[in-house]
């Protein structure tokens, strides 16, 4: 069981990886799968580490993670969060003997399915359709990673939290909300925490969002959308 009463199955067949597949199909990888789950700010070596080959992908069930660089130093660049559905690894089906660049991490309680690399090229020989639809969401990341890339390069640090805000709040009943760790949505920003605190500041003082505790109001995202730093 996944979660509840949720079977792996189950939990399989409602993902949009997924859809279309047989019930025969989705059940052969749902024999295939391995659970594992790792407590919050445990760094998930056995799963993804830095120089390690990897021998399949993985997908979360519930709890949420973060991919990230490891400095030497100690300092760290996150690069992506992951929270229930999201899946990670999928690039090692392709890639023999793929060292991972990245480190995991869960920023939660955690709990995963392993899919092996051998059951997922079995599928892709006879399911042309789903390797079109895998190659598809690999091919969205790598856009999104451009994306980022050029946030980077052309964007102040203000403008792009202002653009992360406005893609990730939720709407509820005509205003905003915004809830998360400051601190890993500064490294994804590619800023210091201490910057990311200046810009809330920043923010705040031209009423264009209100924070209480982790929570960022945004009382009108159309005026937000058009402050220039």
Not at 56 to 75: E, Q, Y
Not at 84 to 103: A, H, K, R
Not at 105 to 113: H, K, P, R
Not at 167 to 172: F, S, V
């Amino acid at each position: 069981m996944v979660g509840g009463c949720l079977s792996v199955y189950d939990f399989l067949a409602r993902l949009p990886m997924f859809d279309g597949l047989s019930p025969t199909a989705i059940k052969t990888i749902a024999l295939s799968v391995t659970q594992r789950s790792f407590y919050k700010g445990a760094l998930i070596h056995d799963i993804v580490e830095k120089g390690a080959a990897r021998k399949g992908f993985h997908i979360v069930v519930n709890g949420s993670a973060k991919l990230l660089f490891v400095a030497p130093n100690g300092g760290e660049k996150v690069v992506r969060t992951l929270g229930p559905g999201d899946s990670f690894g999928e690039e090692s089906v392709f890639l023999d003997n793929m060292e991972s660049l990245v480190s995991a991490q869960a920023t939660s309680n955690i709990f995963l399915l392993h899919i092996s690399k051998e059951s997922m090229l079995d599928l892709i020989e006879r399911e042309p359709a789903f390797a079109m639809r895998m190659l598809s969401n690999m091919s969205r990341r790598v856009y999104s990673l451009l994306k980022d890339v050029e946030s980077y390069t052309l964007k102040s640090a203000t403008q792009r939290v202002v653009d992360y805000f406005l893609k990730h709040a939720n709407g509820q009943g005509g205003q905003y909300r915004f809830n998360t760790n400051k601190a890993l949505v500064a490294s994804l920003l590619n800023i210091t925490p201490e910057h990311f605190s200046r810009i809330l500041r920043e923010l705040c003082a031209q009423q264009l969002i209100a924070v209480e505790g982790k929570d960022v109001y945004i009382p009108d995202p159309a005026r937000l959308e058009t402050y220039e730093s």
